[in-house]
DNA sequence: TAAGTTGCCTAAAACCTGTAGGCAAATGAA
DNA sequence: TTCATTTGCCTACAGGTTTTAGGCAACTTA
């Protein structure tokens, strides 16, 4: 009887195809089985469970991401850095609304200590060095990116945006021109005793 | 033998509350069966299927942060309102994270059209009148503060600012504060082919 | 109180996860 | 080459969830 000659790596690549194909949520370990014409339980000797396979790919996922977005980075700086960081992000989820669903996926800490995550935020930080942000600011900058970045792009992948004008591409533009002109004029923090009216 | 009281609201109410207790992705048919200690079958004379249950406490939940919302908008303008809607936001997802998730849920269009999720943006709409937008920028900064919240939200549900300084609830206000300062100056559109340098 | 309706039941099929143990193919050493 | 070991996929099975079909008992109403 041929083997199939999977492992690990061939799995994950494979699941993480699948989960474009099919969505995320439908990424299961008998689907995977079929997929490579092999009975279900012999995938448990490269996988230890369905879980496992998908922190797997959600791994995968945040690497590929990350590996774009520093390639895009590169030579780059102030709004032009920061346009190419969110293109990159747009456009990864975009093609890939499996994977990113996966990027999702909420990993136990020292996983997500161990994965690519903590490069997207050193990323994002340095995206900020083109803007004259001290600390505590330049924390709040950093979280201010990734939700603009996070959420917009997850409404849209859940036609939040479809079917209505202007189109999302435009809104996006103007949103990155909106952010760049933001951080380059973070507000300090208003006294919060005295302005009351 | 006495009948258990089994109604579509009474099993959305609970699946809305199992939800919160052990996470939205948990809840299932069988699991809700426990809780009424019923045989599952019992259910689908109440629900037509798992789907149709997620569907409604999706639905639920949408409702529940709608009315929120309005509650908190009365009688506010300006960034009043935008510090209520986004404290009504973030609390309630802090409150019932299930719920939240649930909201999450792809809703297939004329059930999306049909639910409270128009009053939504309806509302973010309305916080904007409190600045000077004219269109398009409207539409842009509607689905602006949308990702903001949502993305902002589900990071820290996810975990995502936990265990770093400065605390997540500061980052939240200063958040709120870069916002009303952008929106009261959103810039005008670039010229994209003169400035390249 | 009989008729009709409703509500929860048993039964069963289909599918997914996960464990245990077995046989055959690949590997490597004598 | 052969024999032992390891590795890879298999069968078998146990348990859980979803969903449909059909039945009986409990409410409702006339």
Redesign the interface.
Known sequence: MARAGLTPQRLTQAGAELADEVGFEHVTVSALARHFDVKVASLYSHVKSSHDLKTRIALLALEEMADRAAQALAGRSGKDALAAFAEVYRGYAREHPGRYAAA?L?LD?ET?AAGAGVRHSQMTRAILRGYDLAE??Q??AV??L???????V??EL????S????D?S??WA??I??LD??LR???D??DREERKA
């Open positions: 999702q909420r800490p997500a505590p600011a924390t709040h979280r201010l990734g939700s603009v970045f996070h959420g917009y997850s409404l859940s036609g939040g945006f079917h209505s004008a202007p999302s435009v809104s103007r949103i021109d909106a002109a933001l004029t973070w507000p923090e208003p």
